[in-house]
């Protein structure tokens, strides 16, 4: 383990994060993690890393660092322009050049990888930041050292990675039903399917707070505490959905609506405030034929 990079600057947040902390919800420990896990594992095949490596997750540029001796990196996620090099592709940084993110145009969260992975301490298990729970590596502040691990032996494979442009317009996410549909009347169910939401601005890792119709509950009281997964769309009394994303808490008292699918969390993270988006029912997969 040696320093690889020292932090000039960082942008709004920038957190350590690798694929988490799965398995602990038992004890009360979420899994947090990259919010766009496929961005993450991407930025870390480029540089020839494993794929779960840890990285600094970077939420809406501003990240400045300096190499302290000649690394290879790559940037992926929300593409942001870059002082040297370009995103989805692998960057050669000598000793003392500096690498700049700029404000992405579109998408929120961009993932800078390091060859050798940040080898920061574990806690349990993790080198991600979970910001709800305080776990792991503090946010990155002004003059950190940044370590890397040892290179792995295989170098790079490739050098650019041909990455889809962003999608435009609505972000469209599909959900499944339940596992509290039956709190709210067949009204907030159709309404949730139909709306056109707002992304708000108190929006973090831990949930997307979501602006649109108040969602009529059918079933008065309160709800025991029970276990939430990424994905779900918590209804508070104000009838307006939040969308739990990756530090969400392990349990909450307040009814599910609908889960989404969790291969469109990584659309969902990269929703900034004031996109639009909708949801549609998923199609369950046809039974086998015999």
């Known amino acids: 383990m040696t320093a690889a990079l020292r932090v000039l600057a960082t942008g709004p947040l920038a957190t350590v994060q690798d694929l988490g902390r ?9 899994r947090s993690g990259a919010a766009d896990r496929g961005a993450l594992r991407l930025a870390n095949r480029l540089v020839g890393n494993e794929e779960g490596a840890a990285a600094v997750e970077v939420t809406f540029g ?8 000649p690394v290879t990196v790559a940037v992926t996620g929300a ?10 592709s692998v960057v050669h940084l000598a000793a003392g050049r500096q690498l700049t993110l700029g404000a992405p145009a579109a998408g929120l969260r961009s ?11 574990e806690v349990l298990g993790s080198r ?24 792995p032996a295989e170098p790079p494979r490739v050098d650019l990675a041909p990455v889809a442009a962003p999608e435009s317009g609505e972000v469209v996410l599909r959900v499944r039903p339940g596992p509290r549909d039956d709190w709210f009347t067949p009204g907030a169910v159709r309404e949730l399917l139909s709306a056109a939401w ?3 601005a108190a929006s973090d890792r831990v949930g997307m707070r979501l602006d649109g119709p ?7 009281g309160e709800l025991p505490s029970e276990g939430v997964v990424p994905g779900s769309l918590q209804v508070p009394p104000g009838g307006r959905p939040v969308l739990f994303l990756a530090d969400h808490p392990v349990t909450g008292g307040y009814p599910v609506i609908a889960v989404v699918l969790a291969d469109d969390l990584d659309r969902a993270a990269q929703a900034r405030p ?9 199609r369950r997969p046809a039974p086998p034929r015999r």
Do not use: K, M, Q
């Open 22 to 30: 799965p398995g602990l919800a038992a004890v009360g420990v979420g």
């Open 62 to 69: 501003g990240l400045s660092v300096r190499a302290l001796r």
């Open 274 to 282: 004031g996109r639009t988006l909708r949801f549609t029912t998923a």
């Open 111 to 121: 993932y800078l990888a390091v060859r050798g992975g940040i080898a920061v301490p």
């Open 128 to 151: 991600s930041r979970d910001v709800l729970a305080g776990l792991g590596p503090a946010p990155l502040a002004v003059g950190d050292v940044l370590p890397a691990g040892p290179p």
């Open 198 to 200: 707002t992304v708000g």
């Open 79 to 88: 593409a942001c322009p870059l002082s040297v090099g370009a995103v989805d």
């Open 214 to 220: 108040a969602l009529e509950r059918a079933v008065g």
